[in-house]
């Protein structure tokens, strides 16, 4: 099956700083990754969608300034959160989207990141 | 997008008994799929089910969907201690360039 990685799998930040989180597709070239955001007890919203070589697509009140997506290669998509707050604490979770000879709606799921901002 | 809605919210049952969750949506979909979350962690995918299906199983899982009423459900049978997780139905929307819009969520919890 088709694996997704998250790195890291938590991190604690002050207040001011920006955090990176990478999300990596293992044994397939996604062509598209998907990025989510998980507050305590609720459900996934998604934040914006990344295609590989071009600008993120941001979801309606996202602030593309703030969550910079960058996705360089086909297996490798960045979601850096820039100075972060305390607000900014969340579950952020990562879906990539298999290209050729898989299920064209399949996403496959990354374990997410817990960021916890003090 | 609007999220779809799950009802119950949370769910309390004894070990072996059936669980059914309930999702309902609010635009044209290419399909539907459930997912589980134990606290804290990923997604696991458990069933997907196209738009022109109306029923799917897999393993103790059944799933229907009714596209006229814009609902599915998820019955769980015989279950087990180990199905304590929260549910989600996503919706993967006609022309919506295959994002998912998450559903509310079910807190099953299965006791001893």
């Known amino acids: 099956g088709a694996v997704v990685s998250q790195h890291p799998s938590w991190v604690i930040c002050k207040s001011g700083t920006s955090v990176k989180i990478e999300c990596r597709s293992l044994d397939f070239q996604a062509t598209t990754m998907f990025w989510y955001r998980q507050f305590p007890k609720q459900s996934l919203m998604l934040m914006a969608t990344?295609?590989?070589?071009?600008?993120?697509?941001?979801e309606q009140g996202v602030e593309k300034d703030k969550f910079l997506i960058n996705h360089a290669s086909l297996t490798l998509s960045t979601l850096t959160v820039t100075s972060a707050h305390p607000e900014d604490s969340s579950f952020y979770i990562c879906?990539?989207?298999?290209?050729?000879?898989?299920?064209?709606?399949?996403?496959?799921f990354g374990p997410g990141t817990r960021l916890t901002v003090l | 997008s609007q999220q779809g809605e799950e009802d119950p919210q949370a769910l309390s049952i004894q070990e072996g008994e059936n669980a059914t969750m309930n999702c309902s949506y609010k635009t044209s979909i290419n399909n539907l799929q459930w997912y589980r979350q134990n606290s804290g962690r990923g997604l696991v995918h458990l069933i997907l089910i196209r738009s022109n299906e109306r029923e799917k199983h897999s393993g103790r899982l059944r799933v229907t969907l009714d596209t006229s009423k814009k609902s599915s459900s998820l019955l769980i049978t015989a279950s087990r201690a180990a199905d304590t997780a929260s549910y989600f139905c996503a919706t993967d929307a006609s022309g919506g360039g295959n994002k998912l819009t998450f559903g509310t969520g079910t807190q099953l919890k299965v006791e001893l």
């Open positions: 879906s990539a989207k298999a290209g050729e000879g898989w299920s064209y709606n399949e996403q496959f």
């Open positions: 990344s295609n590989e070589g071009s600008k993120a697509t941001y």
